[in-house]
T-cell receptor, first 112, second 113 residues
Framework: KQEVTQIPAALSVPEGENLVLNCSFT??????LQWFRQDPGKGLTSLLL?????REQTSGRLNASLDKSSGRSTLYIAASQPGDSATYLC???????????FGTGTRLKVLA | SQTIHQWPATLVQPVGSPLSLECTVE??????LYWYRQAAGRGLQLLFY??????ISSEVPQNLSASRPQDRQFILSSKKLLLSDSGFYLC????????????FGPGTRLTVL
């Protein structure tokens, strides 16, 4: 059974820092991995999608990498801003299921 | 462009009362549809998913049921709510034909008293 873990659970950093959020999964037979952002009381917004044949994806100040063999993904946020404060969730789709398994998220606070 | 709607946005219901939450998707056809619940301090739990009209798969045995009466409409129901049904309910969709990015609605906050 696929399990997804995110470390740390919470993180507080000063504005301008580069930071790394970690996601690990137990079953390496994944098709896709997505990183989402969730603001308090809101739905999830898709940030980056990495397909199994890819090693990384970039969007603006965000870069996500995927290492299937080790069951890990990282989300790198460059030059963090207070507006980046939110909960970040990763989710993996096991091969061909169209069902995503979610981690419990990392709650990020960027201090001005 | 595609959009997804959920209503109501918030709901407070007494224990034992019925429930109906609605989700509709615009701008796409034949999507895969999903209901998730997010309890306080916990991750997203997949409750139901549907690959087509009338096709519902349940992921977790519980007090809830789902229906898909139309291609772009997904309904979450209960005949009698329990305290443990409180949470944030999210509807999501995937196009399912090669595009696997998942998109979420704004959610419904349900409080059962």
């Amino acid at each position: 059974k696929q399990e997804v873990t995110q470390i740390p659970a919470a993180l507080s950093v000063p504005e301008g820092e580069n930071l790394v959020l970690n996601c690990s999964f137990t079953d390496s037979a994944i098709y896709n991995l997505q990183w989402f952002r969730q603001d308090p009381g809101k739905g999830l917004t898709s940030l980056l999608l990495i397909q199994s044949s890819q090693r990384e994806q970039t969007s603006g100040r965000l870069n996500a990498s995927l290492d299937k063999s080790s069951g890990r993904s990282t989300l790198y946020i460059a030059a963090s801003q207070p507006g980046d404060s939110a909960t970040y969730l990763c989710a993996v789709e096991n091969s061909g299921t169209y069902k995503y398994i979610f981690g419990t998220g990392t709650r990020l606070k960027v201090l001005a | 462009s595609q959009t997804i709607h959920q209503w109501p946005a918030t709901l407070v219901q007494p224990v034992g009362s019925p429930l109906s939450l609605e989700c509709t998707v615009e701008g796409t056809s034949n999507p895969n549809l999903y209901w998730y619940r997010q309890a306080a301090g916990r991750g997203l739990q997949l409750l139901f998913y549907s690959v087509g009209i009338g096709q519902i798969s349940s992921e977790v045995p519980q007090n809830l049921s789902a229906s898909r009466p139309q291609d772009r409409q997904f309904i979450l129901s209960s005949k009698k709510l329990l305290l443990s049904d409180s949470g944030f309910y999210l509807c999501a969709w995937i196009l399912g034909t090669g595009e696997v990015r998942q998109f979420f609605g704004p959610g419904t906050r349900l409080t059962v008293l």
